[in-house]
């Protein structure tokens, strides 16, 4: 079946860099966005970024330009998202999620989500 | 900038009663561009609605989605046990960004 897996849960100091990967399965990984969304503690969602895996493409939330990197490699099926500089504020549930490559469409699948915990 | 307000902030229903949550953007959305998702404590969002009205695979009838341009709802016809939790609008079409949600929770 169609599924996103990710890494599990990190811990960084403040200053720290922190990467997330997010591993494709049951569908063709270049057929599909890739997108990163974050949420912190108790709140609501928030998009971060995507990649087109196809052509390797991406975009990022202004908040976070400068601060991100979306990656992916083909030959396994998997995207990364790493997040620098990173501030207390960046703790949250950072998930991948997927789009059809016909821009626009919704988020359809989600990865199980990866705790990231950014503390001194 | 879009922005997107969803109201009310709690919804307290009992099961079999219905829900109607809104969704209101500044700024008009494009094509109808606006998807509904429900997530549950520890899970992630789970796709209900894309293109303002269509179900996404999977996803029963009592769900259903309306509206256009500027205001949108999302109806629950019948509140099920499994149905609370909470709700998101997003919009996907020149913009990527969430509303902040509206909780439904049993009264």
């Known amino acids: 079946q169609v599924q996103l897996v990710q890494s599990g849960a990190e811990v960084r100091k403040p200053g720290a860099s922190v990467r997330v990967s997010c591993k494709a399965s049951g569908y063709t990984f270049t057929d599909y966005y890739i997108h990163w969304v974050r949420q912190a503690p108790g709140q609501g969602l928030e998009w971060v970024a995507w990649?087109?895996?196809?052509?390797?493409?991406?975009d990022s939330a202004q908040k976070f330009q400068g601060r991100v990197t979306i990656t992916r490699d083909t030959s396994i099926d998997t995207a990364y998202v790493e997040l620098s500089s990173l501030r207390s504020d960046d703790t949250a549930v950072y998930y991948c999620?997927?789009?059809?490559?016909?821009?626009?469409?919704?988020?359809?699948?989600w990865g199980q989500g990866t705790m990231v915990i950014v503390s001194s | 900038e879009i922005v997107l307000t969803q109201s009310p902030g709690t919804l307290s229903l009992s099961p079999g009663e219905r829900a109607t949550l809104s969704c209101r953007a500044r700024g008009s959305v494009s094509n109808n561009y606006l998807a509904w998702y429900q997530q549950k404590p520890g899970q992630p969002p789970r796709l209900l609605i894309y293109?303002?009205?269509s179900r996404a695979t999977g996803v029963p009838d009592r769900f259903r989605g309306s509206g256009a341009e500027t205001d949108f709802t999302l109806t629950i016809s019948r509140l099920e046990p499994e149905d609370f939790g909470v709700y998101y609008c997003?919009?996907?079409?020149?913009?990527?960004?969430f509303g902040g949600g509206t909780k439904v929770e049993i009264k």
């Open positions: 293109g303002a009205s």
């Open positions: 990649i087109n895996p196809n052509r390797g493409g991406t």
């Open positions: 999620t997927r789009s059809g490559i016909l821009w626009p469409r919704a988020f359809d699948v």
């Open positions: 997003q919009q996907y079409g020149t913009s990527l960004l």
